[in-house]
């Protein structure tokens, strides 16, 4: 008897035409919102270079309140983690150092560091997506 209740009623489900228009549907929105979301990467990877680069100044900032001037170009960023070696020689070196570690920039290069800078008294640099030294690197002369 069970079996003549499920065969008397109809069979639900979606008809290859249904299913098509979804997926249809889900195309023309993954090629709108893709593009889209895309675009937004980039951008949250430069933003993310330039709050770095801000750090690193004020941690700069605070070596040079401590030590009378900033690091060598050849003492580098590294001056900010462990206590360098060489001219001009930190003094008052804070205990424990200025910033816990060194990061990568969101392309996974190195951040640059130059004192004498070209563009300021010291400079502090990504170059940015194409990893070429060229007029769109993200630096502390143009936050």
């Known amino acids: 008897m069970n079996q003549k209740r499920n065969l008397s009623r109809p069979q639900r489900g ?7 228009v979804v ?20 951008d949250a990877r430069i933003t993310k270079a330039k ?3 801000r750090i690193l100044e ?3 900032q605070m070596y040079k309140m401590d030590n009378f ?6 003492q ?6 462990t206590r360098p070696a060489g001219d001009p020689e930190p003094k008052n070196w804070r205990e424990g150092g200025y910033i816990k570690r060194l990061s990568l920039d969101p392309w996974g290069e190195p951040y ?5 800078g ?13 990893l070429q030294s060229d007029e769109d690197d993200i630096g502390n002369w143009n936050l």
Do not use: C, W
């Open 23 to 42: 997926v249809l549907i889900l195309g023309l929105l993954a090629a709108y919102i893709v593009p889209k979301v895309a675009g937004r990467a980039d």
């Open 51 to 53: 709050q770095d680069i």
């Open 118 to 130: 070209i563009h300021g008294e010291i400079d502090i640099y990504s170059t940015g997506p194409d």
């Open 112 to 116: 640059k560091y130059l004192n004498p």
């Open 69 to 74: 001037s900033y690091p060598s170009t050849d």
């Open 76 to 81: 580098g960023l590294e001056a900010l983690v």
């Open 58 to 60: 004020s941690a700069l």
């Open 14 to 20: 979606f008809t290859l035409i249904e299913v098509m």
